[in-house]
């Protein structure tokens, strides 16, 4: 597995955990969105990361040995 593919699957996994942890806490009631804060920094890392080519979990899966899709001479 690649580190990109393994990021769009942690992102992936993360809002889809931090939507189902605001559904369980909060029930309906949608004015108070706590887990929600957490899909609203995920997806505001995946942006930046889109505008800036710079993404934490790219440098964490590095150091934990995953390796790039392609490897560059």
Request: some cysteine; hydrophobic content about 50%; proline content about 3%.
């Amino acid at each position: 597995m690649t580190i990109q593919r393994a990021i769009r699957i942690i992102a992936g996994s993360f809002i889809m955990l931090s939507v189902i942890l605001a559904s369980i806490y909060n029930g309906v009631d949608l004015s108070r969105p706590t887990w929600l804060w957490f899909t609203l920094f995920v997806g505001a890392n995946l942006f930046q990361s889109g505008i800036t080519r710079w993404c934490l979990m790219e440098q964490i899966l590095k150091k934990l040995g995953m390796k790039p899709c392609c490897d560059r001479a």
